[in-house]
């Protein structure tokens, strides 16, 4: 029981973390129509930076921000340069430009931060909690909070703003969103910064946990991908819980079955999904357009 | 003889007599067995590219998943040859059907799914074929590799030899170019190159695209399959990272960067990323002092602007400057003309 305990909070925290991958995911593929491969880079930029701005003598609470602003201006950079230019090409173009976008930041990130991992020190300085059996690293509670806040602010900016109901309609249909005089072309540049930035924090929130290295940003992003594919494609609330069902199922499949194989059980059942409901768990049935 | 026209149809002849004449002329200019080594990777790689250039130019559906298929041959072959002392031959026809029946069944799955989505299930694939390698450390040798494959020999020629397996491995890639530019041409490729532009329309006409689709992914994982036994005899030692996602990427770039809607494209990709890598390599250890993999930094911004610039692939250019200077040489020969006929007029 204790054990169930301590696997459902492992996994929580870790599913935190590819939830707000995954709404990334989302925002730029419901916009852009495009798969953004380098979404893991993001997270890898905004964790080392973090790292250097501490360095250099910031505390940690200007050098998160600094960090996610950072990021979130790559993000934007990225898109008007490489994205917003090629957009109306195939989708295998734009995946191949995402995947050397992918490759080119993580060797910029080889060139300024070198091959050895770097320590975050957690935001938080505290001793383990225990609850039910369970020992709960005040880290996770962090990233819980962090995670709940910011769905907040996104519910609020989606639905109480004038840019965030603008973002969704762009989201829900681009074209119909062009029609009522919303300009398409810099939502996309909104998403893709808006990604970045998400994608900051989510680095930023689990490097303490795990150390951070120029290649974190590979396996993170493919993380995020399978959550946004497990709640369907096009809803936030499903990334959410994509993700978060993707941390529990790895952390039980780790605890019971075997940690060696749990990564390949967790694309085992997303293999599963593809098959029997490709459109996501949570999604609701779309026709698709001919 | 009329056969034969029928085999080497059009103009297939003039690429392939190029590159045959490539092939042989190749290894008198070659100063380093380094070099070599890499001319032989690129045929070995060249068999992968070419199936995934069918797959992906001409029926449009992607993978990300191709390492697997590469590692099932490597390893079918590494196991039974290296464990179990079978023919290697008979090993790679064993790796071959083994491929053929898991990409199927595999293809079966996961091809109704499009775009994105089609990726995504490759590379689970590839992922978990990863895993189950590492895992199964008693066939494979897990993480430490396999070792002592040995090489390959053909009627008494030791083709552990590199000049010989170099021309082996090439006369199999020009006979593979020749069946799939076949392929390509026949009635299946037509049937591919619909359902590349519109799988429901090619569904209304009444042909069962599940089935060409799951049979050119198949052809083309028989393709990576016999690449990856070509490849395990070869280097005589194979390990897991060999067979990972970033390789099935670095394939997908090599086809993507060469031009996805001609074969010739695929084998151009190939030698042009290989060469790129090392050259990249070689200029930052000795003019810039740098080791590891900082070469990724040019390799990926060179990605990038061939896609954004050049997304028909380099073979494009190339065909665009030939057309050019075909062009050039028709208006010089009217001119010519033009002018010898006003000379008669005079």
Known sequence: MDSMVQYLVTGLTVGSIYALMAIGFVAIYNITGILNFAQGEFAMIGALSCVSFVNWGLPMVAAIPAAVMLTALIGFIIERTAIFPVRNRSVITLIVITIGLSTFIKGIGLIIWGTSPHTLQPVVKAEPIKLFGAVINPQSLFIFLTVLVLLVILYVFFDKTFIGSALKASEKNPRAASLMGINTSSMSALSFTLAAALGAIAGIMIAPLTDATYEMGFLIGLKGFVAMVIGGVNNIPGAVVGGLLLGVIESFSGGLISTFYSDAIAFGILLLILFFKPTGLFSKAAGERV | ?346
């Open chain 2, 1 to 346: 003889m009329r056969r034969f026209n029928g085999v080497l149809h059009g103009q297939l002849w003039r690429p392939l007599l190029v590159l045959a004449a490539i092939v042989l002329l190749l290894p008198w200019f070659i100063p380093t067995p380094y070099i070599f080594t890499i001319l032989i990777l690129i045929g070995i790689y060249s068999l992968i590219t070419i199936g995934l250039s069918l797959l992906l130019g001409y029926a449009g559906q992607i993978s990300l998943g191709h390492a697997a298929f590469f590692g099932i041959g490597a390893y079918v072959s590494g196991i039974l040859t290296a464990k179990y002392a079978i023919s290697p031959w008979l090993a790679m026809v064993i790796g071959v059907i083994v491929t053929w029946v898991i990409s199927y069944a595999v293809g079966m799955a996961i091809l109704r799914l499009k775009g994105h989505f089609l990726a995504l299930a490759t590379m689970a694939v590839n992922i978990i074929f990863y895993i189950l390698i590492l895992g199964l450390d008693e066939w494979t040798g897990g993480a430490s590799g396999l070792v002592g494959i040995p090489g390959l020999s053909l009627f008494q020629l030791n083709l552990g030899q590199p000049l010989y397996f170099y021309f082996f491995v090439w006369s199999i890639v020009l006979v593979v170019i020749v069946f799939s530019t076949n392929i390509v041409r026949s009635s299946i490729g037509r049937v591919l190159r619909s359902i590349h532009d519109s799988e429901i329309a090619t569904e209304m006409l009444g042909v069962n695209v599940a089935k060409y689709k799951v049979a050119i992914f198949s052809l083309s994982a028989v393709y990576a399959s016999l690449a990856g036994s070509l490849y395990a005899h070869f280097i005589s030692f194979i390990a897991p990272p060999s067979f990972y996602i970033t390789f099935s990427i670095l394939l997908l770039v090599m086809v993507m960067v060469g031009g996805v809607h001609s074969i010739w494209g695929a084998v151009l990709g190939t030698a042009i990323i290989m060469f790129l890598n090392e050259w990249i390599r070689y200029i930052g250890q000795t003019y810039f002092q740098i080791s590891g993999q900082v070469e990724i930094v040019v390799y990926g911004f060179i990605i990038i602007v061939v896609m954004m610039f050049m997304p028909k692939g380099l073979v494009d250019v190339f065909e665009r400057l030939w057309r050019k200077i075909a062009s050039a040489r028709i208006k010089e020969v009217e001119k010519r003309k033009i002018a010898a006929e006003r000379g008669d007029l005079a």
